[in-house]
T-cell receptor, first 114, second 112 residues
Framework: ETGVTQSPTHLIKTRGQQVTLRCSSQSGHNTVSWYQQALGQGPQFIFQYYREEENGRGNFPPRFSGLQFPNYSSELNVNALELDDSALYLCASSLNGRFGGEQYFGPGTRLTVT | KQEVTQIPAALSVPEGENLVLNCSFT??????LQWFRQDPGKGLTSLLLIQSSQREQTSGRLNASLDKSSGRSTLYIAASQPGDSATYLCAVRRMGGNKLVFGAGTILRVKS
């Protein structure tokens, strides 16, 4: 059984650019949640996908968008990057997460916006 | 709106000490509470998950307690070791909710 994986590990982008982060969920899990963790803070919920549909969203602007694929892997897209988007982006997979399944986290993608 | 606070923000102890990390939350209508460990620049490792109906959970040298009515949880680490040095985060999930709400964490340093 493989755990949650994320790619890339690190990424450097310029303000105004667009970025796509990827997450492969743990085998058998149908729910993926994305979190943003700024330096020195706890993770903040961005959104969750359950069986390819968005199932809840945190206080993030529409330029943060996502997708979940039939194999339950997921992408996080951020348009018009701002300096404050620099953070560690974490994804977490779970089984039937909308009903309270425990979330298992990946290693994260470190995004730096210059 | 659920808010989670962790005290202290940072802690430095000599090896072998027993220690307690504190977590408080404002809305007691939680589904569960989870403690995580995070090494610098890394992802989160789940340590203990306590359902709202439970009072405590134990794993090895770790023990977490939950007092839902007072909005508090503690993580007790026995006989601390330098390898325990990390940031410890607590997170709560409300009833019917799909997201975890995190505290800012406690940075723990265990000196050898």
């Amino acid at each position: 059984e493989t755990g949650v994986t994320q790619s890339p590990t690190h990424l450097i982008k310029t303000r105004g650019q667009q970025v796509t982060l990827r997450c492969s969920s743990q085998s058998g899990h149908n729910t993926v949640s994305w979190y943003q963790q700024a330096l020195g803070q706890g993770p903040q919920f961005i959104f969750q996908y359950y069986r390819e549909e968005e199932n809840g969203r945190g206080n993030f602007p529409p330029r943060f968008s996502g997708l979940q694929f039939p194999n339950y892997s997921s992408e996080l897209n951020v348009n018009a990057l701002e300096l404050d988007d620099s953070a560690l982006y974490l994804c977490a997979s779970s089984l039937n997460g909308r009903f309270g399944g425990e979330q298992y986290f990946g290693p994260g993608t470190r995004l730096t916006v210059t | 709106k659920q808010e989670v606070t962790q005290i202290p923000a940072a802690l430095s102890v000599p090896e072998g000490e027993n220690l307690v990390l504190n977590c408080s939350f404002t809305d007691s209508a939680i589904y569960n509470l989870q403690w995580f460990r995070q090494d610098p620049g890394k992802g989160l490792t789940s340590l203990l998950l306590i359902q709202s109906s439970q009072r405590e959970q134990t794993s090895g040298r770790l023990n977490a307690s939950l007092d839902k009515s007072s909005g508090r949880s503690t993580l007790y680490i026995a006989a601390s070791q330098p390898g325990d040095s990390a940031t410890y985060l607590c997170a709560v999930r409300r009833m019917g909710g799909n997201k975890l709400v995190f505290g800012a964490g406690t940075i723990l340093r265990v000196k050898s």
